[in-house]
């Protein structure tokens, strides 16, 4: 088990809760009121510091607008996604926007958004090219969400470069990888711990946390687990 300061919540689908050392509090893809899979005590985010974005579809950017609005967080995101949400009423204060390779610093950490092999849409318009996250917590871990995507090489680079210590991956197939893809990505990058993620919320889904955990430690040292919405992970 790792050793860290940071709170980690998987709040179901792809949407997760974390709590800095400082007590930032942080949300990524925060699809949370009609998430059937979010627990009704994190239904709400008026806690929110800062929401972070992978891409602009829907599950993902969920009650972002909303919990802006209540919270007065900073929302980070891809440059085209971010002039979609001022479109549709994020205050221009609140708006951070960045690209693929870019590094933002917050408080006691920071964030770089880097490639995802997936399509991204918001209001029906384009919201510029998917991503995902590497959180990097100063003197903690490295947490890197991989949004919504299919297996590509550059994952192995993400790994060498970053050196990620807990990863989330999609493998929910069907809008993402399944499990063997996904297995195969951990394989590239190498982290210490994989997070199943994206699966599960519709019928659709169908990917197997289990057959992920099973592929994924025959292929690599990576330990999957595999929490319950709204637990404490490392707690």
């Given at each position: 088990m790792l050793d860290t300061d940071v709170k980690i919540f998987w709040l179901g689908h792809s949407a997760f809760k974390l709590v800095s050392?400082?007590?930032k509090t942080i949300y990524i893809d925060p699809f949370l009121q009609q998430n059937p899979k979010t627990p009704d005590s994190f239904k709400?985010?008026?806690d929110a510091d800062y929401i972070l974005l992978t891409h602009g579809h829907e599950d993902h950017v969920g009650d972002s607008l909303e919990i802006a609005e209540k919270s007065g967080c900073k929302v980070v995101s891809q440059v085209e996604l971010s002039h979609l949400l001022k479109k549709h009423g994020l205050d221009e204060d609140q708006r951070?926007?960045?690209?693929?390779?870019?590094t933002i610093s917050f408080d006691d950490f920071s964030v770089t958004l880097v490639s995802a092999n997936h399509s991204s849409s918001f209001g029906g318009e384009y919201a510029g090219e998917a991503g995902g996250l590497v959180v990097s917590f100063?003197?903690?871990?490295?947490?890197?969400h991989l949004g919504d995507t299919n297996i590509f090489a550059d994952l192995e680079f993400y790994g060498e470069l970053y050196e990620p210590d807990v990863i989330a991956?999609?493998?929910?197939?069907?809008?993402t990888m399944g499990p063997k893809e996904a297995a195969m990505c951990c394989e590239l990058i190498d982290a210490a711990v994989a997070l199943p993620v994206h699966y599960g919320t519709f019928p659709v889904l169908t990917g197997d946390p289990g057959e992920f955990k099973d592929l994924t430690e025959e292929y690599c040292e990576t330990e999957v687990l595999i929490p319950k919405p709204g637990e404490e992970i490392f707690g």
């Open positions: 050392p400082a007590g709400k985010a008026d951070v926007e960045f690209n693929k390779g870019g100063d003197d903690d871990i490295i947490f890197y991956v999609p493998m929910g197939d069907y809008y």
